[in-house]
């Protein structure tokens, strides 16, 4: 049983490995709604459960509410967004949705504006997966803006 489970785990790495290109794209945007700051992140399916089988040596399931827990601790440990005073944000986990082909990940800053936002640290995957290259689109009242983050660049101002 432990080699099948192993031959699993090397299978699901080698899939993830398998594929060109890396990516996440994360949309960051205002709502003037509710006055908080909207963060949604997509990352390809296979990659997320490529990691998480690489980091605990077994298979999840993305649906399962503890499943999702592991997921939310890696993102936050990963993903963060600092005031202009480089104090750490506060960011809500709103959820996800999961589907063959990517998981869609929901933050939120509540009740904080994209101009409170003086940096962001995107190393989701990177630490995974070498080539990994995250996205991210400020849109800020209309006009957007995208910023690259790669393993070797994983904080950048956000103006």
């Known amino acids: 049983m432990k080699y ?3 031959a699993a785990l090397i299978c699901l790495s ?3 490995q398998a594929h060109r290109y890396h990516a996440g794209l994360t ?3 205002f709502n003037v709604r509710s006055g908080s700051t909207e963060i949604v992140h997509t990352y390809m399916t ?3 459960e490529a990691l998480l089988a690489n980091l605990y040596q077994r298979q999840f399931d993305l ?4 499943d999702e827990a592991i997921l939310r601790k ?3 440990q990963q993903f963060w967004l600092l005031a202009q005073d480089k104090a750490r944000l506060p960011l809500r986990w ?3 949705t999961v589907d063959t082909q990517s998981v869609t990940i929901y933050q939120e800053a509540e009740a904080t504006p994209l101009a409170r936002i003086g940096a962001i640290r995107h190393g989701v995957l990177a630490d995974f997966l070498p080539d990994q290259v995250n996205t991210v689109n400020l849109n ?3 006009a957007v803006r995208s910023l690259t983050f790669v393993r070797t660049n994983p904080e950048q101002a956000a103006r």
């Open 74 to 76: 890696y993102v936050e």
């Open 94 to 96: 709103v959820g996800m």
């Open 27 to 29: 949309d960051i945007s």
């Open 140 to 142: 800020e009242g209309g």
């Open 63 to 66: 649906n399962d509410p503890d």
């Open 46 to 48: 296979h990659d997320v």
């Open 4 to 6: 099948l489970a192993a």
């Open 14 to 16: 080698a899939a993830a």
